[in-house]
Every structure is written in structure tokens, then in C-alpha cells.
């Protein structure tokens, strides 16, 4: 028996699988050798001029920080950034850390000194008149009015928009709710393919911005960091983390058990349903997902919950989508047209009625016990694959006719 733990929320629950049932363990790629983030970090500060001769000339520096299931080592890379400033003349009190709602906590004894602030609807934003589109977005008037802004960002692929990063940390992430609104909802001759460059667009509209992007491998250990301006940032580490986070399957499986990465990824069914392409992509025909995402905010906004509720054929949905996008359709859509190929069960807290009338999959109180529901079905002899953490995994079958479905 084979034993693997996928991320849940804050913790892990277990899956359990016959050895001769199990495929593959599909993970991220592992790191040659560990990155000396203290010393690297230190490295690119002083080897960056431009970001050394604004930061003594500001008043106010702000560190904005992301999400990452890498919380240890954004501990690491914050203090090591911040100590890197200071130890090159900037003064502590001129710096200050501002997250993201879905950023890790950063209390540490190592930045008890710095002053560390969360954006919530509360906070005052102000607008980016520079960028160029159909509506002015608002930016968390802190960030904005700093002389220096340094945005700390992990890069991995996303199934969806390509990739995340730095600018999303930006924009949504630092976003007034009516602009993000803007951004996702309601958009006349837009697509989910334009949510990338659009936020891209938006951070180079940012003055007096630096990114440190970093990469992560399967211990959350970083790989790569790149410090500059924002698309140079972008470039050199897109393909550290494609790299990194693709994974080549021979075979399809009967059963495929899935976590969507824990906290922030699992925080609602909206998001985690981000990474179901992982596990679909593996599932062969009539393949069955199990997916483990605690859904601790429950199914996430009112728009996704509505688009699901009408329970109407994915044609009929798609046809308005095409009038006006809505991300939150898209993905409403998205899970329907999944559920039309394959059954799906998900391990959550969301109540059973939600998951099975609304949403329309079925709900399990574990994995092991949808595992063995499954397998009923299929047979003990069906064949799994265990994707851990899909939010970091890219597979792709070596035969991609294979794909059914």
C-alpha cells in the first residue's frame, strides 16, 4: 500500500492505493542543488543600480507580497531582501510590507521591526490613470503613493492564463473590488486570454516598479530569482518554471486523485477548480476525478454559484459568455463540460446539497472513501494516478491522441 499526502487547506489529508493499482506520483521536478536564497537575493540587490539609487532616494519603499504555498521561503526572501536593503544604506523605518488577501501570514522575529499591512475593500486605493483600456483601475493608495515599489511574486505556469506572478500581484491583488470587477466581468470582445497581458498591462502602467519573481520546485524550495523590471523578470523565469512544473505521462488512468495545493489554491471550489485541467489531462476516457480542496470560504463569489445553478447545457452558457466574457461564467462552464466526460468527486467542507445539486459533482467525506466507492464501480483492478499538488503541475501525455474526452 502506497501512502501520499495532498495538501488541504492548512494541512494534509492521506490517500491510500494498492501498489499495483498506482500509475504515477506526478510532482514538480526537484532542484539540482538548493538555492542560497540569503546570498543570491544580497547578490541582486547590489548588482542592480537603477533599484539601489531609488530606493536611497525614496521616502517610502513598499515590499508587496503574494501568494504561495511557499510560505517558509517567503519568509526567507523577505527578511533577505530587507536586510539586503539595509545593509546598503537604506534606513528600516523607510520600508514597509503590504500582502495581498490571499498572502501567507509574514510574522517572523526576523521582520518584527518592519511595519506589515494587509489589502482588504477597506483600504483607500487610487487610480492608475496611465493605463491605456476601457476602464481606469485602482490601486491600494499605499502601494501607489510609495517612491519604490518591490513586488515579490511567485512564477509557475497557470492552466488557465498562462502564467502568474509578480503582476498579479499587482493587479488583482492589490485591486480596488470594483476594478477587478471590471477586469473579470461583463467584458465585450474579451477572453480569458487576455486576462494575462491585461494584467501585465496594468503593472507596467505602475511607476517606479521592481519585481523579485522566484521559483519553486516540489519542496517549496526556490530554484530560481530574478530581480529587475517587470517583464525582464517575467521572461527569465517563465521557462525555470515550466520546466520545473511539467510532468510527461505514458498513460492515461482509470482514477485520478488529485489535491489542488492547499491554502490559497483550495480556498474556495472558484479557484481550486483552476487546476482541475492537471487531473483531466491524465483522466483517460470516462476517467474519474477525485479532487481534495477544503474550500474553506465555501464555493466562492455569487457569480460563479448563479452560473452553475441554472444547470442549462454548456452551449447555452457559452453563447453569452461569447456576448459578454464573465470569469466566473468561464469557469462555470469550464466544470460542466468536465462533468460531461467524467464523474468527479470532491473531498471539501462545502455541505453535500451544494456539491451535488448546484455544482454537480459528487460529494465524499475522504478520498480514501471515494476512492473505494470508485473503484466498486470500475473494478479493483483500475489504475491511479496521484497528482498531489496540481496547482504545480503541468502534465502532458506523451501521446496526446490518447486524450479522450
Not at 466544470?335 to 468527479?344: D, S
Request: charged content about 25%.
Amino acid at each position: 500500500m502506497v501512502e501520499v499526502w495532498l495538501p488541504y487547506g492548512n494541512s494534509e489529508i492521506p490517500v491510500r492505493v494498492p501498489e499495483e493499482q498506482l500509475l504515477d506520483i506526478l510532482k514538480p521536478q526537484q532542484a539540482k542543488s538548493e538555492l542560497d536564497v540569503a546570498s543570491e537575493t544580497k547578490r541582486l540587490v547590489e548588482s542592480n543600480s537603477e533599484l539601489l539609487n531609488q530606493a536611497k532616494k525614496a521616502k517610502r519603499i513598499c515590499l508587496a507580497v503574494g501568494p504561495t504555498s511557499g510560505k517558509r521561503l517567503l519568509l526567507e526572501l523577505a527578511g533577505s531582501l530587507i536586510r539586503a536593503l539595509i545593509s546598503n544604506g537604506i534606513p528600516a523605518e523607510a520600508l514597509s510590507v503590504l500582502l495581498t488577501p490571499d498572502a501567507p501570514e509574514l510574522k517572523s522575529d526576523s521582520l518584527s521591526e518592519t511595519q506589515i499591512s494587509r489589502h482588504s475593500k477597506a483600504f483607500p486605493t487610487l487610480p492608475i490613470e496611465e493605463f491605456k483600456g476601457d476602464y481606469v483601475p485602482k490601486l491600494n493608495s499605499s502601494f501607489v503613493e510609495a517612491e519604490l515599489k518591490i513586488v515579490m511574486g511567485e512564477v509557475k505556469p497557470h492552466h488557465f492564463l498562462g502564467y502568474t506572478g509578480p503582476a498579479d500581484v499587482i493587479f488583482p491583488g492589490l485591486g480596488a473590488e470594483d476594478s477587478v470587477n471590471s477586469h473579470l466581468f461583463d467584458r465585450e470582445g474579451f477572453d480569458v486570454t487576455d486576462a494575462y497581458s491585461e494584467r501585465m498591462k496594468v503593472a507596467k502602467a505602475v511607476h517606479n516598479a521592481f519585481a523579485l519573481g522566484f521559483v519553486l520546485d516540489v519542496d517549496l524550495n526556490a530554484v530560481g530569482l530574478s530581480l529587475g523590471e517587470l517583464p525582464s523578470c517575467m521572461a527569465e523565469l517563465k521557462d525555470v518554471a515550466k520546466k520545473m512544473c511539467s510532468t510527461q505521462v505514458e498513460k492515461t488512468a482509470d482514477i485520478v486523485v488529485m489535491g489542488t495545493g492547499g491554502l490559497p489554491m483550495d480556498e474556495t471550489l472558484m479557484r481550486a477548480v483552476e487546476t482541475f485541467p492537471s487531473g483531466l489531462t491524465v483522466a483517460g476516457r470516462n476517467g474519474v476525478l477525485i479532487v481534495a480542496a477544503e474550500c474553506s470560504l465555501g464555493h466562492g463569489g455569487t457569480s460563479f454559484y448563479d452560473w452553475c445553478a441554472e444547470r442549462k447545457e454548456p452551449r447555452y452558457l457559452e453563447s453569452r459568455l461569447r456576448h459578454k466574457f464573465n470569469y466566473a461564467g468561464w469557469k462555470a462552464v469550464f466544470l460542466l463540460r468536465a462533468l460531461e466526460a467524467h464523474k468527479i468527486y470532491l473531498v471539501s467542507t462545502i455541505p453535500d446539497h451544494y456539491v451535488e445539486d448546484v455544482f454537480g459533482m459528487r460529494a465524499a467525506k475522504t478520498v480514501n472513501s471515494a476512492l473505494q466507492t470508485v473503484e466498486r464501480s470500475l473494478g479493483s483492478d483500475s489504475k491511479v494516478s496521484i497528482i498531489p499538488d496540481a496547482s504545480h503541475a503541468t502534465p502532458s501525455l506523451t501521446t496526446p491522441t490518447a486524450i479522450k474526452g
